[in-house]
């Protein structure tokens, strides 16, 4: 037999070996500080003070200890991976490569710009694929007349795109990167800019006004797009209730571009809603998609998308195949998942959205196990997984949709059109398996997260493909509450899954071992740094003011288990953020982050998770705003913080900021005027490293002025709240 080039390739990371020393060292460490905890607790007298301190300080370290636990998962066995795309075609002829259905999200016009939409979809339409093999389905959750006209713009524009970015090999082959990037245009560059523009143009102006203009349906088209447009006229129709509108804007069997290809399929597809059924966010827009898919397309291979994620990489599509062609590495290959990786973050990434750890370092590691997550877009899926584990087959109630029906009638054909609407209704899901046992799993906010944990339970692996250029990139939010938002909302999310009959630590673990179990319990758990984080925010500050030493003095060995402990684990996630391609600085931002959610959205999902518990009613999906004002943005590349709005997640964060200001200042002062390093050095310590960290944030509550400063209320509010707690804590303490 010819030996044919490699597809892919795999080495294991050094660093594993010594990740594994230090994990052993480390336990080690823990059980003696466990050690020193009990001894504390036996010692002391059993006063109330006693009773308030070193509780709480045995908790935060059994949360600490548990969350390292957890994080070990990741550091035993990572991978690094290479894919040859440039072989491909000696395994797989062109004509044979298989089709995929593409997903593309959207669900406000107004907080996603429809024109993000359509920059997304061209981009994703221009792979460098066959196009008759590819499809792109929009879904609308938004149920909005802007996004399907700014679709009927794209189908028109993506006839003079596609071809050019073929002719000319562009690789930013999403528009608006393009022309941003490339401002010296000539000839045909320059045309395209122009059409480019006035589609722009013409979207954003429908948007701004809230519909669309009648100059713009009047054109060549005009009773066509009248019509269609009209379904969205009618008297009863809101985005929470409507008919379901599909709408095949191109196809590949009867529309060609300038240079006479076929164009891609492309449909929009707004599911029918009503107020009386439930419609499960993203995962029921996406099942949705995968019905209404099927019915059209059925292809084996199904990307999704979140509509502020465009490619960045023509060859995408390809290097996804290297693995799915070849069955060697992974047999059960259920997804291949590319990073998030997004533009347009400041230099320091301010509010550590980059989400290093859970999106590039924790992925590597989890590669060397069964493979990583699903992150809920980017990413390449075996449509088979949708139904059922790799040996347990679940059939989808209608023959249908089988994923391995091979639709032989094109896209806009009546019978089909008639069956993908049957799918797109709200209550077609009714007493099935959708959300339960197939497709993507209903009952939680993290609904990607929930689906690739429930798929691999199911035996089903992925892989993790993380190529030197960036396949594809994002939109992050830009501003404080915006992140925090996000945050708060996937962290009710995890505590959904944690408390199911699911949790990773029972269910996860007995379906896919120790380690596997470990790695999604990290994230059913993240919530809960809240707790450690809380404790010594607050606790040793206040105790400091109080007179009160809780921790180790500086001539006892203890401290030095306690400095070895916290240099320990910081440098090792330091090591880990640099070495995947991270800067010293985007570290510190990235534990400030850490920090500060701590007190604030992870504290506060924790509590909305409760009362989501016990019934009081929360709000559910806030989409994350993609829209941006200029002044803002002006802020955000400065690098400064943007508070702005008052928010009670900013109360709790500014508390424990001042809090530690006033600890850190007293105790210093006292520290002097002592001449020694007395037994409150330690909390003057950790006051310190509080003070270091919210900088930034003292700069915003007495130095700025702009509108992203810290609302006053905020300020007043919470120096109120340290009197407060300072009143009542020295009330119990000295007790
Ligand atoms: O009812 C809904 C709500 C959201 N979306 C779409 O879901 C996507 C993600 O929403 P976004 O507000 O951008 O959330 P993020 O927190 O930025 O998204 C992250 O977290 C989500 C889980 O909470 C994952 O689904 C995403 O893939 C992941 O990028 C967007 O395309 C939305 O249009 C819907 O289609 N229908
Ligand atoms: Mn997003």
């Not at 006892?556 to 953020?577: I, K, S, T």
Request: charged share 20%.
């Amino acid at each position: 037999m010819e030996s044919r080039p490699p597809l892919h390739d795999v080495w294991p990371l050094r660093r594993r070996h010594f990740n594994r020393l230090f994990a052993v060292v480390y336990s080690l460490a823990i059980l003696t500080l466990f050690y020193h905890h009990v001894l504390k607790l036996l010692q002391s007298n059993s006063t109330l003070s006693s009773f308030f301190i070193n509780i709480p300080l045995f908790v935060a370290d059994i949360i600490l200890s548990y969350m390292w636990s957890t994080l070990q998962a990741y550091r035993m066995n990572p991978l690094n991976r290479k894919v040859f795309p440039e072989n491909l075609e000696k395994y797989l002829a062109r004509e044979d490569f298989p089709a995929i259905d593409i997903f593309i999200c959207t669900a406000d016009p107004f907080k996603e710009p429809p024109i993000n939409v359509v920059n997304t979809a061209l981009s994703v339409m221009a792979y460098d694929y066959p196009s008759q093999k590819l499809s792109v389905y929009v879904s609308d959750d938004g149920g909005s007349e802007l996004t399907m006209f700014a679709f009927m713009e794209a189908a028109k524009f993506g006839k003079i795109w596609l071809p050019f970015c073929r002719e000319n090999n562009i690789m930013d082959r999403c528009p608006d990167a393009y022309f941003k990037t490339n401002c010296v245009l000539g000839g045909d560059a320059l045309e395209i800019k122009m059409m480019y523009e006035s589609m722009k143009m013409k979207v954003e102006k429908s948007v701004e006004v809230g519909k669309v203009s009648d100059d713009y349906i009047s054109t060549s088209s005009g009773e066509n797009r009248r019509h269609v447009l009209s379904k969205y006229w009618g008297k009863d129709f809101t985005r929470q209730n409507h008919p379901p509108i599909i709408q095949v804007l191109s196809s590949c069997n009867k529309d060609v571009d300038i240079s006479n290809e076929a164009m891609p399929n492309l449909v929009y597809v707004s599911r029918e809603k009503s107020k009386a059924t439930p419609h499960n966010f993203k995962a029921g827009a996406l099942n949705t998609l995968l019905r209404v898919s099927a019915s059209m397309t059925n292809a084996p291979i199904i990307l999704t998308l979140d509509c502020d994620m465009y490619s960045n990489d023509p060859f995408t599509p390809q290097r996804a195949l290297c693995y799915i062609s070849d069955k060697s590495t992974r047999p059960n290959l259920g997804y291949v998942q590319f990073p998030q990786l997004y533009h347009g973050l400041n230099k320091a990434d301010i509010y550590g959205c980059d989400y290093k750890r859970s999106f590039q370092v924790n992925p590597v590691g989890m590669d060397g196990l069964a493979g990583p997550c699903y992150f809920g877009t980017c990413c390449f899926f075996n449509r088979r997984v949708f139904f059922g584990g790799p040996s347990s087959y679940v059939q989808p109630e209608i023959p249908e949709l089988s994923p391995d029906l091979i639709v032989d009638k094109p896209v806009n054909d009546r019978e089909i059109l008639s069956l993908a609407h049957h799918v797109a209704g709200c209550s077609y899901e009714y007493k099935t398996n959708w959300g339960s046992r197939m497709g993507f799993r209903y009952g939680s906010l993290v609904e990607d997260y929930y689906t690739g944990y429930r798929l691999q339970c199911e035996g089903w692996q992925s892989i993790f493909c993380d190529p030197t250029r960036p396949a594809f990139l994002g939109d992050v939010p830009i501003s404080l509450i915006d992140a925090l938002s996000q945050n708060r909302r996937w962290c009710v999310g995890f505590l959904e899954v944690t408390f199911s009959k699911y949790s990773p630590v029972t269910f996860g673990i007995r379906s896919m071992g120790i380690l596997m179990g470990q790695s999604y319990a990290h994230y059913a758990f993240w919530p809960i740094w809240s707790i450690p984080i809380t404790i010594y925010a607050f606790l040793p500050s206040l105790a400091l003011l109080n007179g009160i030493p809780i921790l180790p003095k500086v001539h006892e060995p203890w401290f030095f288990l306690y400095v070895f402990m916290f240099l320990g684990a910081y440098a090792q996630d330091c090591l880990d953020f640099i070495l995947t391609k991270g800067t010293f600085r985007r570290w510190w931002s990235d534990q400030r982050m850490w920090l500060v959610r701590g007190v604030s959205s992870q504290l506060f999902a924790v509590v909305e998770y409760i009362s989501r518990y016990i019934g009081v009613d929360t709000h559910g999906y806030n989409l994350t705003s993609k829209v941006t004002d200029n002044e803002q943005s002006k802020r955000y590349e400065e690098g400064k913080f943007e508070f702005g709005v008052p928010s009670p997640m900013f109360v709790s964060l500014a508390t424990a900021t001042i809090l530690n200001l006033i600890a850190f200042l007293i105790g210093t002062v006292h520290m002097f005027r002592e001449r020694s390093l007395n037994n409150l050095f330690f909390q003057v310590l950790i006051a310190g490293f509080g003070v270091l960290n919210s900088l930034p944030f003292y700069e915003a509550m007495v130095m700025r002025s702009d509108s992203g400063k810290m609302p006053t209320k905020i300020t007043i509010i919470s120096t109120l709240s340290v009197v407060g707690i300072y009143g009542v804590t020295s009330f119990v303490l000295r007790t």
